[in-house]
């Protein structure tokens, strides 16, 4: 079975510093691994995906992770906030045996971004 | 390109009363899924489609809840005898095939008086 953590449900930032969202995963098989945002009343925004290859993956709006498989962590990264970066993010898990694709998703983080 | 639809994108409802939540997937998408927000239990996943075909319903919670999906293409989520813990918002997402990036819809906020 996997399973995910998100350390720290809220992460308070200044504008233009770095953003550090972490995200622990638990999976007996290799893990595809996601992050999306989430903004007030909508759905979930893709910003990025690993599946095999290289392990630092790059996303939208100048997001980043890094698949780190001795410390099972993918966290998310930004070097600078920005105002527009206060949402809800989530990490997910899914692996190529999970029936479907179905995803797994932490409990989320609540970023906010003071000006 | 048009996204994923749900509608309604708001529905109150008293308890005991029937609900039917809609999808439109991306055009194409072969793959379905809904999914369940609510404060307590994060986002869970219900169910998922590949065609018409439901292999894996095992995160509906109860049997008050089942779920179609026809031609391919859009599905139905319906809820039996509403309860007050069946409030949340219901995520519907759809991608071009398993294990690819499934794109969401805003979902459907459900209150249950």
């Known amino acids: 079975a996997q399973s995910v953590t998100q350390l720290g449900s809220h992460v308070s930032v200044s504008e233009g510093a770095l953003v550090l969202l972490r995200c622990n995963y638990s999976s007996s098989v290799p893990p595809y691994l996601f992050w999306y945002v989430q903004y007030p009343n909508q759905g979930l925004q893709l910003l990025l995906k690993y599946t095999t290859g290289a392990t630092l993956v790059k996303g939208i709006n100048g997001f980043e992770a890094e698949f780190k498989k001795s410390e099972t962590s993918f966290h998310l990264t930004k070097p600078s906030a920005h105002m527009s970066d206060a949402a809800e993010y989530f990490c997910a898990v899914t692996t190529i045996y999970n029936q479907g694709g179905k995803l797994i998703f932490g409990q989320g983080t609540e970023l906010s971004v003071k000006p | 390109g048009a996204g994923v639809s749900q509608s309604p994108s708001n529905k109150v409802t008293e308890k005991g009363k029937d609900v039917e939540l809609r999808c439109d997937p991306i055009?194409?998408?072969?793959?379905l899924y809904w999914y369940r927000q609510s404060l307590g239990q994060g986002l869970e996943f219900l169910i998922y489609f590949q065609g018409n075909s439901a292999p894996d319903k095992s995160g509906l919670p109860s049997d008050r809840f089942s779920a179609e999906r026809t031609g391919g293409s859009v599905s139905t989520l319906t809820i039996q005898r509403t309860q007050q813990e069946d409030s949340a918002v219901y995520l519907c997402?759809?991608?071009?095939?398993?294990?690819?990036?499934?794109?969401f819809g805003d979902g459907t906020r459900l209150s249950i008086l």
């Open positions: 997402a759809s991608s071009s095939d398993l294990n690819q990036p499934q794109h």
């Open positions: 055009s194409g998408h072969t793959a």
